[in-house]
């Protein structure tokens, strides 16, 4: 029986595991920790680990926070496990976490729903070695063009991600992301302003929270630029006019919907030069550490972290009653 939020309220926050993102999951999961006993519930963190279900079973806690990134957080797989142990968890449920953590099938869903997003082929490397790099890759550029973005099918926090502005660069571009997944998801690159956009779903429906504009200083949002202090500029709010601001965050919010999202999301876009937004990607357990997205949206729509959790939470135990 799980127990209801009240005075012996207890959240289990679940950091860690075992993908290229442990550190930065482990930063996520001591800052969340932090925020949720500042709003006064009572928190504890734990890694995914063997000796979790154990701990689900004989003192089952009234929610979970998910602060693991890569594919244990994000892969739906550990949803399906919470859902097994009848343990209520913020955010997205297994399913849904499956189709937006695979990347092509999440551009396939936002297509079908009118939601733009740049042109891609997915590559898996065995399709890649048999039908002949060399014949794939021209194909490819003649078909997309250049620049190109290449990262894994399956990932985050910009691992095996590059940027490919000569057709001569696209064999190493592509053997880096198969170093961290088995398929390659090519696109077109669209140049123009990064933004994230983050949304939270209170009780009053999904909301966007003010626009984070990216500046990384090297040009590329790799994982250094990312968890690295000083590589990256952030403003927030984006400095996008208010009708454009507009757009981008109703684009959010309909690639949110239409990918079935819950409780909270970040949509990474870029607004090209006609001010047009792209959706290049959604995270459903998106970073908490002092650098992420996420946290300096919330500061910018002048919310308190640590409640914005606890209600998120709270939520997450209602829907069990």
């Known amino acids: 029986m799980i127990k ?4 012996d309220a207890h959240v289990l926050v679940l950091a860690g595991g075992l993908s290229y993102e442990r550190e930065v999951s482990l930063r996520s999961g001591r800052r969340v920790l932090h925020a949720l006993r500042a709003a006064g519930l009572s928190a504890e963190m ?8 154990p701990t689900l079973r004989e003192d089952p806690p009234s929610a979970v926070l998910i602060a693991l990134h890569g594919a244990t957080g994000e892969d739906g797989s550990l949803r399906g496990v919470l859902d097994l142990c009848d343990v ?11 189709l937006a953590w695979d990347k092509p099938s999440a551009k396939s869903m936002l297509r079908e729903a009118g939601i733009p997003t740049p042109d891609w082929v997915a590559l898996p490397h065995d399709r890649f070695s048999e039908l002949g790099a060399v014949a794939v890759l021209d194909r490819i550029t003649s078909r997309l063009g250049l620049p190109l973005m290449v990262k894994p099918a399956q990932g985050g926090s910009g691992l095996g991600a590059a940027v490919v502005k000569d057709e001569a660069a696209l064999p190493a571009a592509m053997v880096g992301c198969f170093g961290y997944d088995s398929t390659a998801l090519v696109e077109r690159y669209v140049t ?25 200083r090297n040009g590329v949002y790799d994982y250094a630029a990312r968890y690295t202090a000083g590589l990256t500029t952030w403003h927030t709010p984006a400095r996008l ?14 690639a949110h919907k239409a990918l079935g999202l819950r409780d909270l999301s970040r949509v990474d876009l870029i607004v090209d030069s006609a001010d047009e937004p792209h959706v290049l990607g959604v995270n459903v357990a998106p970073g908490m550490t002092e650098t992420s997205l996420l946290p300096l949206a919330v500061e910018a729509a002048g919310l308190d972290f640590g409640a914005m959790l606890a209600t998120l939470v709270e939520r997450a135990v209602a829907r069990t009653h």
Request: hydrophobic residues 45%.
């Open 46 to 53: 734990r890694d995914a680990d063997v000796s979790l279900l």
């Open 241 to 254: 006019t208010a009708e454009v601001a507009s757009r981008v965050s109703e684009t959010a919010l309909a």
């Open 192 to 216: 123009g302003t990064s933004i994230a956009a983050s949304i939270v779903d209170l009780g009053d429906g999904p909301q966007a929270l003010p626009l984070v504009e990216i500046v990384p």
């Open 4 to 7: 209801a939020m009240g005075t």
């Open 88 to 98: 209520p968890y913020v955010g997205c449920d297994a399913r849904v976490s499956r």
